[in-house]
């Protein structure tokens, strides 16, 4: 039978059990990850957010949810994995972390949803501050960057894809739905809701809107197209003819890394060779990474505040005129670590000696770059490109593989959202092993 003295002890057990639970500052461990992001965005700058916010005489309304509340959860919820504004809403009711983030604010999957892409501006501002203070803490080497292009799976089925006659089927099927509708208002107003008329009326805008983008869309795929069959009509010829997707008109058939072709979005993600800290990241539709190693590494050095002083990337992400500009700059030449592409060797001789010719002419920078990548020392340099695997990786283990939202635009928004999880979960980590070596 417990004695006096062990029934006290109970009692005290029980009173401050009690106290943690309705304590928030007892919920969780003193190192945990909520913790350490909540500290972290007490030191940024987000008055940007709050103005955005100002209330407006004449106005009626719910107050608005903390933008910095919005900004921590939904970087708290990048770095789990949580990518749904539904399940982060659940979880602002149901897990004890996010609960404690919250501390009480009112959230709505809507408010958390449209917040996430609405702020891409102040995203990448931040992206460049937190890396100018990881930088000056000593975190991480920025003289040297490997660029990479990954594929994200875009929201749209490959069913949505039409050509420019079903476009216009789909159109005419749309404004047929426009005029059935007044028709039906006009004969009978209280035939439905006001509330049912608008939601039906919001949805043709909509549907016209997308076919309006998908259009241009077309127009765009058919210009690049034209363009390339200057260089080789053959290809051009033999291909099927444009199709634009209904569902993200923005979106483009890929060939993916696993060989399926589905609608994605080429990502560029530019890294520290040293540690995997993201300098630049960039949304785009290119089914291909060609010249698109010189704007990353310029995007890279404007973030740093200083030169880049080597480059990494895979074989055709530069062209020859781009890797000459990088290496010729007077102030901050660039070294490119790209391999050239394989010449073929089942040529005619009038091929070779052309293409010798052709060499002999090119400017000293890019016969330099030939001979440097055939170098050991290059060899060596190059093993260090498959670092940007581990963030590509990284990446897409916290779901940025597959994308819940449409458009250019929306997808760079969460770009940068990834990209401020990913650096502070290095910077974190890399600050967590200096504490234990202290």
Known sequence: MAGRGDARVVVANRAQLSWDLINPDGWLAPDHRARLVVGFVETLDLTVLYANIEAREGTVGRPAADPAVLFTLWLLATMDGVGSARELDRLTSQDLAYRWVACGVPVNYHGLADFRVAH?????????????????????????????????????????????????????????????????????????SKRTQAARARGLRQTQERIEKARAKLAEIEAEKAERAKRSPKEVAEQKEARASLTDPQARRMRCADGTVRASYNVQIAATTDHGFVTAIMATDRRN??????????????????????????????????????????????????????????VKPATLLRRQKEREREPQTIKDWRQRMTTSEAEAVMKKRGRIERVNANFKNRGFGTLLVRGL?????????????????????LKTIAAAAA
Do not use: C
């Open 289 to 346: 990474d060609s010249d698109l190693a010189r704007p990353m590494v310029e995007e890279s050095e404007q973030r740093l505040g200083r030169p880049i002083k080597r480059v990494l990337a895979d074989t055709g992400f530069a062209q020859v005129d781009d890797i000459a500009a990088l290496s010729s700059r007077l102030e901050a030449p660039v070294g490119v670590y790209i391999h050239p592409p394989k010449d073929r060797t089942d």
């Open 409 to 429: 635009a929306k997808v760079q928004a969460i770009g940068l959202w990834h990209a401020l999880a990913h650096n502070l979960t290095i910077a974190v980590r």
């Open 120 to 192: 891409a501006d102040v995203l990448d501002d931040l992206l460049t501050k937190t890396l100018a203070a990881f930088m000056a803490e000593g975190l991480f080497d920025a003289d040297e960057i490997v660029v990479d292009g990954t594929k994200i799976k875009a929201s749209a089925g490959k069913s949505s894809y039409k050509r420019a006659l079903h476009l216009d089927e789909a159109e005419a099927k749309a404004k047929a739905r426009v005029v059935a509708l007044k028709a039906e208002v006009d004969a009978d107003p209280a035939a439905s």
